[in-house]
């Protein structure tokens, strides 16, 4: 198998709810490496909730982590990265630069829906695109509304919009939430799978398993392009070409 590569995952001590201290980071990093991964994105909350995550404090603390990761000998490379909040405020907090896309390099953003809420967003991609930055929309599996909305979807894709599944997701103990994701990634909705770390306890960083059943449901090439050849490019901010979405034909009922 190649070296997974995780786009999501919070590491960044103290900023949001990941990892409280360093420490506790480094055993993250070191449970992330077991289990196959070579590169991670480290991310932080950028929302009200979390005023500590700044653009100057994200890029500093994703620094100290790679030195004290060199310095313990833990092959990982980590890139900064927010993951921001979409809002009323977004395209200006953008245009300000105090949003940190995937390692400062302003051409992928990580984009969540505000809690509780699902908003049609292909006027934002739209923006965003225009100012040469791709958006990729964080965990769409937990918005439920969105099951039913595959409309939606497709548009953002078309847009130019990423998606980024969760590990926990494709793990997950409840069929349908399989289910969803499974159809998804078999119409090329989803272009990369994540774990979303955010401690050893409560979601730990897994994504070997993940990859493996994404293996079992299609093929390792599928799994390979999830979990590495997508996540590579965006690392390196290149420019990434993905499938077209496949939409299913309309099934009509008479009653």
């Known amino acids: 198998m190649l070296p997974l590569i995780d786009t999501h995952c919070h590491l960044l001590a103290g900023l949001d709810d990941g990892p409280a201290d360093m420490d506790s980071a480094i055993e993250m990093c070191r449970a992330a490496r077991a289990d196959g991964v070579s590169r991670v994105l480290a991310v932080a909350h950028q929302n009200p909730c979390w005023p500590n995550a700044t653009r100057d404090r994200i890029l500093e603390s994703a620094q100290q982590l790679q030195q004290r990761l060199d310095h313990d000998g833990i092959s990982v490379r980590v890139l900064p990265c927010g993951e921001v909040m979409i809002g009323a ?18 051409r992928y953003l990580l984009l969540e829906m505000p809690h509780g809420l699902l908003l049609d967003i292909g006027s934002l991609i739209a923006e965003l695109v225009a100012e040469g930055v791709r958006p990729i929309l964080a965990h769409p599996e ?3 509304p969105l099951w039913f909305q595959p409309g939606l979807m497709v548009d953002w894709i078309r847009r130019g919009c990423l998606m980024q599944a969760c590990a926990d997701g494709v793990l997950s103990r409840e069929p349908q939430v399989q289910r969803q994701l499974r159809q998804w990634i078999a119409r090329d909705w989803i272009h990369l ?28 090439i599928v799994a390979q392009r999830l979990t590495y050849h997508h996540p590579l490019a965006i690392f390196e901010s290149q420019r990434l070409i993905v499938p077209h979405p496949k939409v299913p034909k309309r099934r009509w009922s008479f009653r």
């Open 193 to 220: 799978v994540a774990s979303d770390g955010h401690s050893l306890t409560t979601r730990p960083p897994q994504l070997a398993a993940a990859h493996d059943l994404i293996a079992h449901w299609t093929s390792p």
């Open 89 to 106: 405020e977004l395209m200006d907090d953008w245009a300000a630069g105090r949003l940190v896309s995937v390692g400062d390099a302003a």
């Open 142 to 144: 937990r918005y439920r």
